[in-house]
């Protein structure tokens, strides 16, 4: 016989698995459509150069922490030769976006939940709810995705739990 701790650790594990798959797909579909905006105005090594057209030149929180956390000495400036991609100063600050990017899609699926559990709906609504946002947002960016846009949503759906 399973435990009631042991069942609700099993639940959670479930839970964070199903999560993943959920954010996983969406950012599949996401990458795939829009990939990074390799448009040289509003590419992701345009937000790392400074060199961004506004206003998208304002999201620049993962691009910050992107350039803290990359080891700044073991990677030199960029070379004009290289793509982006496989050059050592952005292959790390990308592979941070991304990371980051993807941990703003699962924040995205908990802070929706969070937001329809404290309107009164049910956990199952509001979990459902939730990961059909999460899955259909490449879909909804139809004139443009952004990888910002995961961010700006869940912080929006964060703000809005905080003003209850």
């Not at 879909?139 to 964060?158: H, N, P, R, S, V």
Request: aromatic share 16%; charged share 15%; net charge positive.
């Amino acid at each position: 016989m399973v435990s009631g701790s042991t069942l609700k650790a099993i639940r959670l594990v479930a839970l964070l698995l199903l999560s993943c798959a959920i954010a996983g797909a969406s950012f599949s579909g996401y990458v795939k459509k829009w990939g990074f905006r390799d448009d040289p105005r509003l590419s992701l090594q345009a937000h790392f150069d400074g060199t961004a057209d506004r206003p998208f030149a304002y999201r620049r929180l993962f691009v910050d922490i992107a350039d803290a956390v990359a080891p700044a000495a073991s990677s030199p400036r960029p070379s004009v030769t290289q793509p982006p991609a496989t050059d050592p100063y952005y292959a790390g600050r990308f592979r941070i976006v991304y990371a980051l990017t993807f941990a703003s899609l699962l924040l995205l699926l908990w802070s929706g939940y969070r937001l329809l559990q404290g309107s009164g709906f049910s956990r199952l609504v509001s979990y459902a709810a939730s990961a059909a946002l999460v899955l259909l947002f490449p879909m909804i960016q139809a004139q443009g995705g952004y990888w910002y846009d995961f961010t700006e949503t869940a912080f929006f759906c964060l703000f809005l739990i905080a003003a209850r």
